[in-house]
């Protein structure tokens, strides 16, 4: 309880680039890592914050995976670099739409928690057209926003998409999107 209300605080300081006054639900950080290959080798996260759905991620990934979590907030860097002592976890400092200058390997699953609602067409269109020149075929692509309204560009990035709705207040939408 002490631990999201410490979290909660941290987002609602930074909220310009949080876009979030609480880190995600259970709930979301489940059905969030539902589409994750328990195959995969490389998994990549955009908008790590303090780190709730990467350690989901890490918990469902195999023991040689990696995992890339992107994070512009250098001060949330730091402090998931303190609670998480994993070494399958790749910290990166900077933002998503820099994905290719740091992974040269083809990626397995994304998850991303980034408010996209927050960010340009032109930035939203550079980080959904690097995300799917990285990602496999049969890849997905999984995020996580407060609307709907998104829904029609990232279908229209995506060969397939599905939203499903969360049950919490306020509701979520999951977007999983794959590449065929
Ligand atoms: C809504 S918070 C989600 C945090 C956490 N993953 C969760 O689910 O509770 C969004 C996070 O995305 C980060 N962010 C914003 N723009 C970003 C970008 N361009 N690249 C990577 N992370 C970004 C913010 O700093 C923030 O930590």
């Known amino acids: 309880m002490k631990s999201k209300l410490a979290s909660a605080l941290q987002y609602t300081k930074h909220f310009a680039t949080t876009g979030a006054i609480s880190e995600t639900s259970r709930e979301v950080e489940i ?12 998994f990549v996260e955009f908008g790590m914050g303090l780190g709730n759905i990467t350690q989901e991620i890490l918990e469902r990934m195999p023991k040689d995976a990696k ?19 994993d070494e399958r976890l790749i910290i990166i400092n900077d933002g998503a739409e820099n994905i290719k200058k740091h992974i040269k390997e083809e990626v397995d699953n994304m998850v991303s928690s980034m408010p996209f609602t927050f960010f340009s067409k032109e930035k939203t269109d550079q980080i959904l057209n690097a995300s799917k020149e990285v990602l496999k075929n049969g890849g997905h692509f999984s995020q996580i926003l407060y609307s709907k309204i998104h829904y029609k560009k990232f279908s229209a990035a995506w060969d397939a998409c599905e939203m499903i709705k969360t049950s919490n207040f306020p509701a979520g939408y999951i977007y999983h999107c794959s590449k065929l």
């Open 31 to 42: 059905e969030i890592c539902n589409r994750l290959d328990a195959n995969g080798k490389i």
């Open 67 to 85: 995992l890339y979590s992107f994070e512009v907030k250098k001060e949330f860097c730091e402090k998931v670099r303190e609670k998480i002592t």
